[in-house]
């Protein structure tokens, strides 16, 4: 069993697998940045990490301010 599911993760980012892909990179990145281990954080992976932080909705997705939709 892989938690968090995918599914969870999909829906807590807009539903857009593009904008769950950002979230997980710049929050992994930011957990190796910040001298969170060279692989892992504890026993878990950064990217697991990023995930389950967005499933329990530590990490929610941000939009562009002032972007235009015309």
Known sequence: MIYPKIEDC???ADNNKYVLTAM????AKD??????GQNTVGK???????????????IVPT????KSSN
């Open 10 to 12: 999909i829906a807590r």
């Open 44 to 58: 878990e992976k950064q990217i697991s990490c990023a995930m389950r932080e967005i499933v329990d909705g530590k």
């Open 31 to 36: 957990l190796i940045a910040h001298g969170m």
């Open 24 to 27: 997980v990179s710049k929050r």
């Open 63 to 66: 939009t562009v301010a002032g």
